[in-house]
């Protein structure tokens, strides 16, 4: 398996399992090379749009659909607590762990506090509207305002 | 919101295997026409938007 492989997989691993962004020491301790190739691996990951880093260009931002930072897009798996990047991807935090949950949000609109139950098929039917403001083609333009 | 659990699934359901990978441009278009998002606000290489 490849670094950029190993790499992707520690981070995602470790998002999964603690809800919390691992650190470029601590994904470099699991894959078993050094920082500087860790960080190499992770320009990598950047190209290919699996992963978003802070302007220091080590610290985790988003491997979407999990939050590195805080966000209004709350998850709750298993009694365990996830940040989502957006509505899709707090959608997507149950379909990448394969496990039911419970999204909290709130309404852009009307700023309404939201909260869905995500079975293992998906939400139960509701009105809810889903908005994508930015054109497919403009999305990692800037994909933390997307 | 059926709509966006499909996406959620296409995009994430196997990000945590090896061989997982974000869908290219032309998957990308596939998926959205099959769930009626289509023209070029949707398609990820349209250059309509500067």
Not at chain 1, 64 to 72: H, I, L, M, N
Not at chain 1, 74 to 95: H, L, M, Q, T
Not at chain 2, 1 to 12: I, K, P, R, S, V
Request: proline residues 7%; hydrophobic residues 35%.
């Amino acid at each position: 398996m490849s670094l950029d492989t190993q790499t992707k997989l520690a981070i995602y691993r470790c998002f999964a399992e603690t809800g919390q962004r691992p650190s470029l020491e601590a994904v470099a301790e699991t894959v078993g090379s050094d920082v500087s190739s860790v960080r190499e691996a992770y320009v990598s990951l950047r190209a290919e749009r699996v992963l978003v880093l802070e302007p220091d260009g080590e610290s985790i931002r988003m491997a979407p659909p999990f939050s590195g930072v805080p966000t209004q897009h709350v998850v709750i798996v298993d009694e365990r607590k996830y940040f989502a990047n957006c509505a899709w991807d707090s959608f997507g935090i149950p379909a990448t762990l394969h496990r039911p949950g419970r999204v909290h949000s709130r309404c852009e609109q009307s700023g309404e506090p939201l909260s869905l139950e995500i079975g293992l098929e998906g939400p139960p039917p509701c009105s809810w509207l889903f908005h994508c403001l930015v054109p497919a083609a403009k999305w990692w333009d800037d994909i933390v305002f997307t | 919101m059926n709509q966006l659990w499909t996406l959620a699934t296409t995009w994430y359901s196997t990000r945590l295997q090896e061989n997982s990978r974000r869908p290219q441009a032309d998957e990308m278009r596939s998926i959205f026409a099959d769930l009626g998002l289509e023209g070029d606000f949707w398609d990820p290489q349209s250059d309509t938007f500067g």
